[in-house]
Nanobody
C-alpha cells in the first residue's frame, strides 16, 4: 500500500512555470506506476500524465504534450510534474495517483485504474 501527498501548487501568470510534487510513503514505491490528473469545477477528472515505475515510459494528454514533463525519483519516493508555458485553461486541482504494477513499462491513463490518490493541490493560472 502507498500513501501520496501533493505539494507545490500556487498561482502563476500565463506563460509561466510551476512544478508540483508528489511524496509517497511505502517501501515498494518503485513498484508503482504513477499518474497526474486534474479537475476543475464542473468538469470530470481528466488525465494529465503518467509514468512507469522504472521511469522509462511516460505518456501525456494531448493538451499538455510538449509543455508538461512527468518524472520520478524512486530513491526519494517522489514524482514531479514540471509545467511550462502555462495557460489559464490549466487551472485545476492537480491530483497524484498510484497503482501497483508488475511490468516495468506499465502505466495507466484512466482514473478507475488507480487505487491510491492524494488530496490534490490547486494550480491557478491567471491571464
Amino acid at each position: 500500500q502507498v500513501h501520496v501527498v501533493e505539494s507545490g501548487g500556487g498561482v502563476v501568470q500565463a506563460g509561466g512555470s510551476l512544478r508540483v510534487s508528489c511524496a509517497a510513503s511505502g517501501r515498494t514505491f518503485s513498484a508503482y506506476a504513477m499518474g497526474w490528473f486534474r479537475q476543475s469545477p464542473g468538469k470530470e477528472r481528466e488525465f494529465v500524465a503518467a509514468i512507469s515505475w522504472s521511469g522509462g515510459s511516460t505518456y501525456y494528454a494531448d493538451s499538455v504534450k510538449g509543455r508538461f514533463t512527468i518524472s520520478r525519483d524512486n530513491a526519494k519516493n517522489k514524482v514531479y510534474l514540471q509545467m511550462n508555458s502555462l495557460k489559464p485553461e490549466d487551472t485545476a486541482v492537480y491530483y497524484c495517483a498510484a497503482e501497483r504494477v508488475v511490468a516495468s513499462g506499465s502505466y495507466y491513463v484512466l482514473p478507475d485504474e488507480y487505487d491510491y490518490w492524494g488530496q490534490g493541490t490547486q494550480v491557478t493560472v491567471s491571464s
